[in-house]
């Protein structure tokens, strides 16, 4: 028995020394856990209330914004950037007509078969709309509005209608700098906003109240307030529109435009009215899996970053597969490669299915054109012209947004496949009216293998069509000051016997 008492007691204290020691590194380790939650918290609070510079209304100078967020700001000048560069997209220069010579065909008679580069980064905005030769001297002032974030502040000073009424070069001093802070944030709370009412007004016509709007959703709308499908209405309003009020699918929009009467342009070879998307962003996305589960845009371009104890949105917006661990695999517990394979997998069965819906369009625009050269009437080529404006305005809905199909690859590729077959269905029609002229069911595709020799092609369509314009334009003017004349004329007056 004493001996068992004897041996137990060291083990006794042993053990006693060993609780204590546990507590003592215990309680140095809680220390030191909650000195550090309190410095993180600290260091939160200091980057996210500290207003060392407060930003004046309608201040649209970035890097005074820059003062009281210094990490945002930073990370926007990345923006300046054109070395990210995916398979099928990225933020490097690129032309499009150079890579894809048949969208000059497909634009012929209109400003984009001139130059369509790819988009830059957002602090190029201001250079590459004043540079574009899109721009001519008839520009409206319209085209400004995406690019600047002193856009506001001329609507506000203006008005919204006087603003868009003016030409282009009017506000060029008046708009310098780019896309940046004043575009979605309140200056005062910083909260997130609408700063452009062509939203405003497309989400009140839908009757959704702007003021409910949760702060996710606004991650997606301060977005699409310029990545969307717009217009111009009214030929000397020029007032800047989102045509949702049908909805956001291509089939409501093509509905839109026709009870509206908007036509774009007419195309220079097949004479059909057409329709010029823009960069319906935001309606696609809408149609994707990632909108259905409640992601945002900026969960994706614009992922959190973390400095310390401040977590902030990366406002380098840009490709998400240039920056796949912060945006990607927040969700998606795959290898950078895996991911990869996945989007481009995509992207490739999109291309394929685009490219053909590309091919049969430029054909049908060119056989068109020949049909109405040999003599095909009016009346012979409408409904081809309307098949054709059809088909192009539905492939446009999908090659005109960026994401290149991956932002709803099913809704993406469904339209394509809806374009490739009213363009063959216009093929179809047509091949009718080419036989009774003694032509080919489809004509022969000219040299058009690159931008220059596409251009060259259009080239004596375009001239007569702007000098059959020319001639229209001087006619009415000439009638309108005869009218004005005959108003003006004295009178006689009659003599009574």
Not at 377 to 391: H, I, M
Not at 431 to 446: E, I
Request: with cysteine; glycine share 6%; net charge neutral.
């Amino acid at each position: 028995m004493n001996s068992d008492n004897q041996s137990s007691r060291p083990r006794g204290s042993a053990l006693g020394w060993w609780v204590l020691g546990g507590s003592a590194l215990g309680v140095v380790a809680l220390g030191l856990l909650a000195s550090s939650i309190l410095e993180r918290r600290e260091e939160a609070v200091v980057g996210r209330l500290t207003i060392k510079q407060p930003v004046g209304e309608w201040e649209s100078d970035n890097s005074k914004w820059g003062v009281n967020f210094p990490r945002e700001y930073n990370t926007w000048l990345a923006t300046e950037k054109m070395d990210g560069e995916t398979k099928y997209g990225g933020n490097v220069e690129r032309d499009h007509l150079a890579n894809n010579p048949k969208l000059v065909v497909m634009w012929a008679g209109y400003a984009f078969a001139k130059g369509y580069n790819a988009p830059r980064g957002h602090m190029h905005a201001i250079d590459d709309v004043k540079n574009t030769p899109r721009r001519n001297d008839k520009t409206p002032a319209t085209c400004w509005t995406c690019k600047s974030p002193d856009v506001p502040r001329v609507m506000a000073r203006d008005g919204v209608k006087e603003y868009y009424a003016e030409k282009f070069d009017h506000y060029v001093q008046d708009v310098t700098n780019p896309i940046g802070c004043a575009d979605c944030h309140d200056e005062k709370t910083m909260a997130l906003q609408i700063s452009r009412p062509a939203l405003k007004e497309a989400l009140t016509r839908q009757g959704k109240d702007i003021a409910k709007l949760t702060h996710q959703e606004m991650r997606s709308l301060v977005c699409a307030q310029c990545h969307v499908e717009y217009y111009f209405k009214g030929k000397k309003e020029q007032y800047l529109t989102f045509p949702w009020d049908k909805g956001m699918t291509a089939e409501n929009m093509e509905e839109y435009y026709a009870e509206s009467g908007h036509v774009d342009w007419t195309h220079a070879i097949s004479g059909a009215k057409m329709i010029k998307m823009q960069h319906p962003d935001y309606e696609v996305f809408s149609q994707g899996v990632h909108a259905a589960r409640g992601v945002s845009c900026a969960d994706c371009h614009m992922p959190y970053k973390q400095e310390g104890g401040v977590k902030f949105s990366d406002h380098q917006i840009q490709s998400p597969l240039l920056n796949i661990e912060n945006s990607c695999q927040v969700c998606h517990k795959w290898s950078e490669k895996d991911i990869k394979d996945r989007v481009y997998s995509m992207q490739a069965k999109h291309h394929e299915v685009m490219d053909a819906a590309e091919v049969a369009i430029t054909n049908l625009h060119l056989s068109i054109g020949e049909a109405a050269q040999k003599g095909a009437t009016e009346e012979q080529l409408a409904k081809p012209r309307e098949l054709v404006s059809k088909a192009q305005m539905y492939w446009d809905y999908i090659s005109a947004n960026n994401g290149f199909g991956f932002h709803a690859p099913q809704e993406s590729v469904r339209v394509l496949s809806k374009a490739l077959n009213i363009a063959s269905e216009g093929r179809l029609v047509l091949a009718g009216v080419r036989t009774k002229l003694g032509l080919a069911a489809v004509a022969s595709t000219p040299d058009i293998g690159t931008k220059e020799k596409a251009q060259a092609y259009i080239k004596p369509y375009v001239d007569a069509q702007n000098a059959k314009k020319k001639a229209e334009e001087a006619k009415a003017a000439a009638e309108e000051q005869q009218k004005k004349q005959v108003k003006n004329a004295p009178k006689m007056k009659t003599i009574s016997r």
